[in-house]
Nanobody, 127 residues
Framework: QVQLVESGGGSVQAGGSLRLSCEAS????????MAWFRQPPGKRREGVAS????????AYDDSFKGRFTISQTNGGFTAFLQMNSLKTDDTAMYYC????????????????????WGQGTQVTVSS
């Protein structure tokens, strides 16, 4: 059974940091892309970052460059999102997703390009 499980969410004050983790299981191959999305309250889901598990090529939405860092280990079965200098606007449910990675690059950070999703982990940033 294919599964993605996020952890590491919680409550933090503005300016603080959190590290999210995503464990993938049930996938036959480690290759592909791992990505993080988020969905703030009342808003649509938006892409944060992606990483190709074979080439380690990363991509970020411009909104998160310099503050968030995506990484992966365990042959692509574990992904992380290091979030620094958190703002109240970063309050959201954060989701891990997995998709294909043809040509060594990940697809655009659009939800419809990723076929597998975790249940999400809540991040709340207070002022």
């Amino acid at each position: 059974q294919v599964q993605l499980v996020e952890s590491g969410g919680g409550s933090v004050q503005a300016g603080g940091s959190l590290r999210l983790s995503c464990e993938a299981s049930g996938f036959v191959y480690s290759g592909g892309c791992m990505a993080w999305f988020r969905q703030p309250p009342g808003k649509r889901r938006e892409g944060v970052a992606s990483i190709h598990t074979g080439t380690n090529v990363t991509a970020y939405d411009d909104s998160f460059k310099g503050r968030f860092t995506i990484s992966q280990t365990n042959g692509g079965f574990t992904a992380f999102l290091q979030m620094n200098s958190l703002k109240t606007d970063d309050t959201a449910m954060y989701y891990c997703a997995r998709g294909s990675g043809a040509g060594g690059y990940c697809p655009p950070l659009e939800p419809h390009d990723y076929g597998y999703w975790g249940q999400g982990t809540q991040v709340t940033v207070s002022s």
